[in-house]
Each structure stands twice: as structure tokens, then as C-alpha cells.
């Protein structure tokens, strides 16, 4: 049975409440990033520093704004925060342990982004690169870093391409494909199945 909170949930996300809350939070992350805000309105400091880093890492900014500048991370924060029940807030918080403890070089505690040296990051790009391949290739499936990393990539790549940016800069969405021939005849066009 569906309680009227979820249901609220449901139909604000089916009508684009995703795209419109993120377009919101955007500012927001822009002032957090600036002021060096290192914890969320649900995450911890560390939690928050492994979600930028995920985010950056696997849709990073090139000739179209990658996932920091749209705000992932804040949307994420935000969504948890105020939208996710408590199961699934347990979850993603267990998913992020686990990914976070494979991404760490051996010996290695993980600091917020402002303690992360050059070499500890380029260990853990090196490590996020072979959990990924794991997660889309040969790797076990079943290990819970490999199920926490396809989980939260997929959660992460979803709220990117939510985005305007997303959806129009790197999908290039167009509402309306094609050309408009106004007052063309049938002969001219032809049928369009065959």
C-alpha cells in the first residue's frame, strides 16, 4: 500500500519535480562549493566528499558541464534528506561505506576533500577505474562494493542527464525532431512505413 507521502513523491518526480528541484539547488551548491561547505543537509563530511568525487569522476566536465556543475551532489544531499524514507537512506549510507573503503589506497583513511593529497586521489581514480571495470565487465557481481558502485553511478547519471545541461547539452535532446514542412503534400513526404 502506498502512503500519501510517496504517492506526493511519485507524481512531483513524474512531473519534472527532479529537474525543477535541481535547477533550484544549483545555486546553492555553487555557494556551498565557494564557502568550502564540507557536510550536507543529509551527509556527513566524508560522505559528502566521496559523492564529489564520484561525481566528478565518472561525469566529468568537458565541452559540456559535467555533474558538479549541475549539482549532483546537492541534489543527492537534498533528495536524502528530505524525500528518501529511512530504509533507503540506510542504504545509499551503506553503499557509500562500502564504495568509499575500496576507493581508499591501503592504510589510508578518508579525509574531506581539502585533506585528499594528489597521490591519494590519483590512487583512488586508479582504484574507482578498476571497480568499474569489475562492475561492467567479468567482476562479481554479488560483492557488495561492486552492487554499491552500480547503484550509486546509476543514481548519479541519472539526476545528471534530469538536468538542462544534461539533457540538452550532452543528450542534445530536441522536442521536436525533424523538419517542419508546412502544407506539404503527401506525394512530396511519402508514406512513412512501409
Known sequence: MVDRREALQRIVLGLGGAAALLAFEQAAFAAASANKVRTGKFYTAGELATVIFLSDAIIPRTDTPGALDVGVPVFLDRLHADWASVRIKALHRAQLRSISAFLMPPGMTPPGLAGRS?????????????????????????????????????????????????????????????????????????????
Open 118 to 194: 594528489a597521490q591519494t586521489q590519483a590512487g583512488m581514480l586508479a582504484n574507482l577505474k578498476r571497480l568499474d571495470a569489475e562492475a561492467f565487465g567479468d567482476g562479481d557481481k554479488s560483492r557488495p562494493e561492486i552492487a554499491a558502485y552500480v547503484a550509486v553511478k546509476a543514481l548519479i547519471a541519472d539526476v545528471y542527464y534530469v538536468s538542462e545541461a544534461g539533457a540538452t547539452q550532452e543528450l542534445r535532446y530536441d522536442p521536436v525532431p525533424g523538419q517542419w514542412i508546412a502544407g506539404a503534400s503527401m506525394a512530396e513526404i511519402g508514406r512513412t512505413w512501409r
